[in-house]
């Protein structure tokens, strides 16, 4: 599974036309599904994304993660990021993986964040969504994990 993990100061997600998600402070966080990913990948990397340390501490260093700051998660799937240019310029989707696969584990992956106390909301899987942020920092980090 891969994650592009965006600090924002706010963010929110639109589906014709009406917000299904937004937030504030906190992570905005697309997630992509490969075929041999697993629940126990998706917990890993929920993991990773729970405490990785991407907001200033009094000093202005990046040593205080979302559970430290109290930070929101807004959950956004995106296949796209295992989109293939190697051969061209248009963009091929064999690496990511199917729906009915990808679906339950993005759901797991939410399920874990929700775990951790903090207020997560989502966009709508496969839907044609329209994601508004104000990414602070600029703080973007692509993770993988196997």
């Not at 402070?25 to 075929?35: A, E, P």
Request: hydrophobic residues 40%; glycine residues 8%.
């Amino acid at each position: 599974m891969r994650a592009l993990v965006q600090r924002v100061s706010e963010a929110s997600v639109e589906v014709e036309g009406s917000v299904v998600g937004a937030i504030s402070k906190g992570l905005l966080v697309f997630v992509g599904v490969t075929h041999s990913d697993s629940r126990e990948v998706a917990e890993k990397l929920a993991r990773k994304v729970i405490g990785i340390r991407l907001f200033d501490d009094q000093n202005g260093q990046m040593n205080f993660s979302c559970e430290d700051v109290n930070g929101e998660f807004l959950v956004v799937s995106q296949f796209t990021l295992y989109g293939n240019v190697d051969s061209g310029r248009r963009p091929g989707w064999s690496q990511a993986a199917r729906p009915e696969q990808a679906e339950p584990l993005i759901e797991y992956f939410i399920e874990c964040l929700n775990a951790s106390g903090l207020r997560v909301q989502t966009g709508i899987f496969r839907a044609d969504m329209n994601v508004q942020l104000i990414n602070h920092g600029p703080a973007t980090l692509m993770i993988e994990v196997n």
